[in-house]
Structures are given as C-alpha cells and as structure tokens.
C-alpha cells in the first residue's frame, strides 16, 4: 500500500482566497493539489457525519451559488497554477512544489455537491473551460455521498464526463443502523448501493471509506465483514471499483466522542477488504 503525503488545509475552504466558490487544498487522497468548487455555499447536506468537521447546527445565511462568479473564480486560480504562482499565497508558501502539481478539479464543498440545483450547469462551464485550452489540462473529480447519482440534472451532468474524469463516493457501513449512527442520513443505505452500482456499470468508481472510533469504541470485526459484504453486493451487480480509499478523521469533528484510527488499524481494516474482495485497497 502507499502512503500519501499529509494534507494542508486552510481554515475556511473558500474565504482565505476572498473567494465565494472555488478552494485550492493538498489532498492526502489526490496526492497532491486539487482546485475545488464548492457546489453548496450554504453547506446543504443530507449527510450529518458524527465525524465531519462542519458545524451544521447554527442556522446560516442562505447564500445562492453563481454561475459566473464560480467561473471567474476558477480560471484565476487555474491562470494563478499556470502561471507557477501559488507560493505566492501565505497557506501554501511552504508546500513542496510536487505537491503543487494539479491534480483536478473537484465538484465538492462542505456540502453535497450533487444537490446543487445547477449541478448541470456547472459540470458545463468547467468543461467548456477545460476545452478552452488556455488553463491547461484537468480531470474533473465528483466527490459525493452517492445519495443524489440518480437524480436527472446528475445524470446529465455526468454524461458530461470523460472516461479519464472521477468520481469518489462514499460508503462507510453496511448497515442501515450504522448508518444511522455514524452518516445520520435518511436515505436508506440500499438506495445508495444501489446508485453506486448502476453509475459503476458503465464508468469506474472509486469508493471512499472512513473509518474512526465512536466514544472509544473501534469498528467492530462484524461491522467490517457488513461493510465488505456490500463492497461485494456492488461488484458482483457489474460495477466496476478502481479503488477503495481507507482512511480516517484528518481535520477535528465538530461532535465530541470521534477519533482517529491509527496506520496499524486501518491497515488491517484494509487487509481484510483486498484479501475478501480482491480490490485494490490504498490507505491515506
């Protein structure tokens, strides 16, 4: 397994640019620089992970996104790339320059990106930069709960996408009550299985799993085996997994009780995945 360099992370995804829409962040997971759009300025989510650090519990200003802002916001930061000029930003002054290679643009935020009302609209505009050509080549990343894959403006917008394009989703568990005690979403775990099993049978889909302790109790050895069982479920109705992402908790959860599994750990937890799957398994 390889091991990917830590990740940098500024404070507030957006507001250390003076941006509205568009982050920059080193990705343990991308294993290097990711420019990212957040899809959801009011951090609207129908996940409530017990380990995320966002506090969704102060009632926020509504904020709607814009299409030309994003775009604008985007090209500069892209030029700003380019240009080789991001030492020039105080958050990444440091950062080694071969972590300072772009590694894509992601669809992501502090919210679910696929419950952007203009998620469509969006996945046009960064493809219609990308085929500019004055910013360079870039892969579009889509990293998402899996909950809104089926919903029709998704779906318009991912066959947008090219083959070299990614797409992340989650899947934690491999049951409904411990989804509910660890995601804390309505939406039955089998819809969402079910999503990430008709998206993987005609594009790859990489899985991305977190693993923490809950009030110092670690992942039971059976709620593994239920989380592998549905890993199978998805590759045996035809999906096709490029790879399973094993990691835990990288910035502080804004709930109490969570905490971080060590290397050992979650090396073992990925162990198990490749030996009883024989998919690719990488820990971050």
């Keep these: 397994m390889s091991l ?11 507001d250390f640019l003076g941006n509205r829409f568009v982050y920059a962040v ?12 957040e899809m959801n300025p009011d951090q609207k989510c ?4 017990v380990y995320c650090y966002v506090d969704r519990s102060p009632v926020r200003e509504r904020r709607s996104f814009s299409l030309r802002a994003m775009s604008a916001e985007l090209k500069d930061l892209l030029q ?4 080789h000029r991001f030492k020039e930003l105080p958050t990444f002054s440091n950062v080694p320059e071969e972590l300072l290679k772009l590694k894509g643009v992601a669809l992501s935020g502090e919210g679910e990106p696929t419950l952007c009302v203009r998620f469509t609209e969006v996945v046009e505009e960064i493809i219609h930069i990308r085929n500019s050509g004055q910013w360079g080549e870039f892969k579009i990343v889509l990293i998402t709960n899996g909950t809104g894959l089926d919903l029709p403006a ?13 797409i ?8 409904d009550e411990k989804m ?5 979403s309505p939406v039955p775990l089998d819809h969402i299985i079910g999503n990430i099993a008709a998206l993987g049978q005609w594009r790859p889909v ?11 109790m670690e992942p039971r050895d059976s709620e593994i085996g239920d989380y592998i069982q549905r890993l199978l479920e998805i590759r045996d109705r035809g999906a096709a997994i490029s790879e399973v992402q094993v990691y835990s908790i990288v910035r502080p959860p804004s709930h109490n009780g969570c905490g971080r599994l060590s290397l050992s750990q979650l090396s073992l937890i990925a162990r198990r995945i490749r030996s009883e799957t024989g998919l690719p398994v990488e820990v971050y």
């Excluded at 998704?154 to 990614?166: A, F, H, I, P, Y």
């Excluded at 509910?180 to 804390?184: L, M, P, S």
């Design 46 to 49: 129908n996940f409530q992970c």
């Design 154 to 166: 998704v779906q318009q917008g991912l066959r947008l996408l090219s083959l070299s394009d990614e």
């Design 26 to 37: 080193i990705s343990q997971r991308a294993g290097g620089l990711l420019i990212g759009v």
């Design 80 to 83: 700003r790339h380019r240009s």
């Design 180 to 184: 509910h005690g660890i995601n804390q």
């Design 168 to 175: 992340w989703v989650k899947l934690d568990v491999g049951t």
């Design 4 to 14: 990917k360099p830590p990740t940098v992370t500024p404070c507030s995804l957006c």
């Design 206 to 216: 990489t899985i991305q799993s977190l693993f923490c302790s809950v009030n110092e």
